[in-house]
């Protein structure tokens, strides 16, 4: 005859396989989460700087300037049109300075305050760091190669986690 406690906890198992199977999915769904934010975080900056290689790409320098943040219309009071064409390759740019079509492309990208830093490498000698405004629309040179008093756990993250965010530059 069966006893009253033969069948306690026979049910137990097979809860404690769910409970964690959905707490393990659930970390990974998070750690998923985070990982695509980091490597996608600065994909509208980034999109606009490919933008404006292809037009430099394409000598498309009315294009190029628009896509900086200046229209002819209402150009930028220290960046004229001709002072970008000299910058990236239109007539009368020093051979030095001239976009390799094969080099020109985003090495890199970091994050620094409210703007994102684009590294873009122009020809095998020259790189530029190009400075975005996280909600803004606008190109500018960067004022300094590398974010200054960026949090050293950041810069951690960037230089090991970062590697992941470079094929998606190309």
């Known amino acids: 005859m069966p006893g009253y406690l033969d069948h306690y906890g026979a049910g137990e198992d097979r809860r404690n396989r769910i409970v964690a199977?959905?707490?393990?999915?659930?970390?990974?769904?998070?750690?998923?989460?985070?990982?695509?934010?980091?490597?996608?975080?600065?994909?509208?900056?980034?999109?606009?700087?490919?933008?404006?290689?292809?037009?430099?790409?394409?000598q498309d320098f009315k294009t190029a300037y628009r896509i900086w943040g200046c229209t002819e219309q209402h150009p930028c009071r220290h960046y004229s049109i001709e002072s970008l064409m000299e910058d990236w390759?239109?007539?009368?740019?020093?051979?030095?300075?001239?976009p390799d079509p094969a080099v020109l492309g985003i090495i890199d990208s970091q994050t620094c305050n409210d703007a994102v830093l684009i590294h873009v490498a122009v020809n095998r000698k020259r790189t530029e760091t190009l400075?975005?405004?996280?909600n803004e629309d606008g190109i500018g040179f960067a004022p300094y190669p590398n974010c200054p008093r960026k949090n050293p756990y950041l810069v951690m993250l960037d230089r090991t986690i970062g590697k992941l965010r470079k094929p998606l530059l190309r």
């Not at 996608?40 to 404006?52: A, G």
């Not at 390759?89 to 001239?98: A, D, I, N």
């Open 131 to 134: 400075w975005l405004q996280q």
């Open 89 to 98: 390759g239109g007539p009368g740019t020093k051979p030095e300075w001239m």
């Open 21 to 58: 199977w959905i707490a393990s999915s659930a970390v990974a769904a998070v750690i998923l989460a985070a990982l695509g934010w980091y490597l996608f975080e600065y994909h509208h900056q980034e999109s606009q700087v490919k933008q404006f290689l292809a037009a430099v790409r394409a």
